[in-house]
């Protein structure tokens, strides 16, 4: 079954029992203290199980006139009913081994006389409870739907309580509580239905039937029932309820309720004249009490609690997720789809990336732009386009969103009256295998129809992060000359907490501007070659970031210093033990590849210092071979010896430099993959990864060739190493 079917069933039982809920969970909260102040008094005096039935009964019937019946309550107390030496009938609280009366029950407190009521029948007796009834099976189901939509969420049953993806705080919240609560919810809700049905008579019969008994009449009557051996053998663990005999005659006997079975006794003789089992539906039916409503067990009470209140969170937080989703959907303008230049696709599911879209279309509209937004699955004809930039997230195991399901099929049959320049933007998660799959496979479908031509490379977006989107913004206006102007915190974004560096070294700027830092964490940072430092200035608050190479505990960084520049001044202004405040951006999908067989790595600029942490990863010696390009000679020296300390430990197979600006070499590290294209399209056939660091223009072109490469040699598209992890790629 597709997630929107799960996702829609979920809601609509959501709306229609909402209300109903929050009733039940208020209410449940309350019910809740009951059993824990009941736990709380001071009738436990001994174990139970070091007491027997026989020295119990021994002690009341020398305390008291007449014992009608000892009962052992979910707490573990014992109550009696008895008749005093002065005659008076009273229920009691006793110690088992002394019989002292301990205290007298006290009738239920008011306010949960009242709550229990409102809980089993909203105080509309039978039809009350059939509606409390159906509720609670509603809500089994809301449960189990939410169930599979965690699963789903995580990417399987294994990963349930693996990372949950970051999110606004409603719906991140509502997947970490749902994964510790949803369970206990479900218990709830289950023995709320099985209760409700029992009363109903809609479960078989609970009653246990015994057949007549005859018990033997000729007997010694001066038996003391302490001394009757069964007694002795019973421990008052064991027992429920015992009803003594109504009278000394030898016809009437005990009647013992223990946990398994119940057992008629001959008052006399001790003989069992009687032995049934309880039939699976009394226990079933005790269980669903004790479960539903925490009696006798404290712990079990507090996690009840905890549910109920939880109920209430995800009815809240449920509530804002269908109203961000209903804002962020958008209707379709036909009218619109014959006028627009601009077209935006959006492929979505929970309604984050129409948000992004909206913004998109809000900076277009400002440049005076026609701009049409709609879903992928909505794509037909445009007749005076030429734009389209396609949004989409990915879902499952890499597959569409559900509005994006036609999308593929469409763009088969749909033919445009003019060329369309387009550029796709992926929305997905580094936690999730097949990153951002979907948006490959549409760039690779729109790569592969005739009639498109694109703008800028596939962009990738992880976690819904703001920044990525504003720095796409800036690519795609570069391509296209449409200055796009989107808001500096459209989205709120997670700001990375701050640590403390401390610098260690720095040396000065060489011939084309580019400078090394190193920097030692002062406190506990936690980062890995590939990962990205986040340094942003009080000046305008926009992050930038730097790749890091890790050495060791302290990071590298090259930094490539612009006249202008707030940030890369400012770090080249800094002298070892200075301090900086800067946080680290996880990056995940650009660290060392440890599967991979060989790797090769692509790079121009400053783009090179991530790789000088990850191929010191390199400690199983796969080969690794290194692709770089710069302006001058003196543009490697500064980051020769790292490579040379590489080289020399067996991490790094192959060094090839491209330099573009010095005499008698004008080459790119484009034309070095051109002339080994054939070499790298075998390597990733025979399982290698290809990483990218630099520039975007040099990373279009280097797909370009590679595409062109793989399809020539290997009639395959790049994009399908990229869906297998095999192309990574962090450009700038
Ligand atoms: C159940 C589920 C499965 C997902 N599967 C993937 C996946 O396979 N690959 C990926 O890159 N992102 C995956 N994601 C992340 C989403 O694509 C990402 O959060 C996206 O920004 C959501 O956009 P939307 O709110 O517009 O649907 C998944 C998210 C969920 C909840």
Excluded at 49 to 69: D, F, K, N, W
Excluded at 519 to 548: C, H, M, V
Aim: include cysteine; aromatic fraction near 10%; charge should be neutral.
């Amino acid at each position: 079954m597709t997630i929107s079917i799960w996702r829609y069933s979920h809601l609509l039982l959501a709306l229609s029992t909402g209300l109903f809920l929050i009733l039940a969970s208020i209410t449940g909260i309350i019910l809740a203290f009951e059993p824990i102040q009941g736990a709380l008094k001071p009738y436990n005096m001994v174990a139970l199980s070091e007491v027997t039935l026989a020295e119990t009964i021994g002690t009341l019937q020398a305390e008291y006139e007449e014992v009608l019946s000892i009962e052992v309550d979910a707490n573990d107390f014992v109550l009696a009913d008895v008749l005093t030496n002065d005659g008076e009938g009273k229920r009691l609280y006793i110690h088992p081994k002394t019989g002292e009366s301990l205290g007298e029950p006290s009738p239920q407190h008011p306010i949960f006389q009242f709550t229990t009521n409102l809980h089993r029948s909203l105080f509309l007796k039978s039809a009350g409870r059939f509606f409390v009834g159906l509720v609670s099976f509603l809500l089994c189901l809301i449960t189990i739907t939410g169930l599979v939509l965690i699963v789903k969420r995580q990417g399987g049953i294994s990963k349930l309580f693996s990372k949950v993806q970051k999110d606004y705080f409603e719906l991140r919240y509502h997947v970490i509580l749902g994964r510790l609560f949803l369970v206990p919810i479900l218990i709830l809700a289950a023995t709320g239905a099985f209760l409700s049905a029992e009363k109903f008579s809609l479960l078989p019969s609970t009653l246990v039937v015994h057949e007549r008994v005859n018990p033997d009449l000729d007997v010694d009557e001066s038996v003391r029932l302490q001394e009757l051996d069964i007694f002795k053998t019973i421990s008052l663990a064991d027992v429920r309820n015992v009803n003594f005999p109504f009278t000394p005659f030898p016809e009437d006997y005990f009647e013992v309720a223990l946990n398994d079975k119940e057992i008629y006794i001959h008052q006399y003789t001790g003989e069992i004249l009687s032995e049934k089992p309880y039939p699976f539906t009394f226990l079933a039916s005790k269980l669903s009490l004790t479960l539903h409503t925490g009696q006798g067990s404290m712990l079990w009470s507090l996690v009840l609690l905890l549910a109920s209140s939880s109920l209430l969170f995800f009815i809240y937080s449920g509530f804002v997720m269908w109203r961000k989703r209903i804002q962020n959907s958008v209707k379709f303008d036909h009218k619109n789809a014959d006028v627009c230049s601009h077209v935006i696709l959006v492929g979505s599911e929970t309604g984050t990336t129409f948000g992004f879209a909206k913004l998109l279309e809000k900076a277009l509209n400002k440049l005076g732009k026609e701009v049409l937004v709609c879903q992928l699955n909505e794509y037909k004809t445009f007749k005076k386009a030429e734009h389209l930039i396609i949004l989409t997230a990915t879902y499952g195991e890499g597959d569409p969103p559900t509005n994006a399901r036609k999308f593929m099929d469409l763009l088969e049959t749909v033919q445009q009256p003019n060329p369309l320049k387009y550029a796709v933007i992926g929305f997905g998660s580094t936690l999730y295998p097949n990153y951002c799959k979907y948006a490959i496979d549409v760039e690779k479908g729109l790569a592969a129809t005739s009639g498109f031509e694109q703008t800028i490379p596939l962009y990738k977006i992880d976690n819904q992060f703001y920044d990525a989107f504003r720095e796409w913004a800036i690519q795609w206006s570069k391509a296209t000359g449409e200055h796009l102007e989107l808001p500096a915190m459209g989205i709120k974004n997670k700001i990375p907490k701050l640590h403390e560096f401390e610098v260690v070294s720095k040396i000065e700027p060489n011939r084309d501007d580019t400078f090394l830092i190193r920097l030692k964490a002062k406190g506990n940072a936690k980062f890995q070659s590939g990962d990205l430092l986040e340094y942003r200035p009080t000046e305008d608050g926009i992050p930038r970031w730097f790749s890091i190479a890790k050495l060791g505990q302290e990071m590298l960084l090259s930094i490539k210093k612009h006249e202008f520049g707030i940030v890369s001044n400012y770090l080249d202004s800094l002298k070892p033990l200075e301090n900086l405040k800067a946080g680290i951006k996880a990056n995940p999908h650009f660290h060392f590849p440890k599967k991979a067989k060989e790797i090769i790595c692509i790079s121009n600029g400053t783009g090179i210092a991530p790789f000088l942490g990850i191929i010191a990863e390199n400690n199983r010696k796969i080969p690794i071979h290194m692709y770089w390009g710069g302006r001058y000679k003196t543009s490697l020296e500064i980051y020769t010896p790292y490579l040379e300390h590489l080289k020399s430990a067996g991490k790094l197979k192959t060094l090839e430099v491209a330099l573009s600006r010095t005499e008698g070499s004008n080459t790119y590290v484009q034309d070095l993959v051109k002339r080994d294209s054939q070499f790298i399209s075998k390597s990733l056939k025979n399982g290698a990864v290809v990483m990218i660091c630099g520039a975007l223009r040099m990373q279009k072109d280097v797909l370009e060739i590679l595409e062109k490469s793989t399809l020539e040699h290997l009639a395959t598209s790049l994009c399908d190493f990229e869906a297998k992890g095999q192309l990574k790629m962090d450009c700038y």
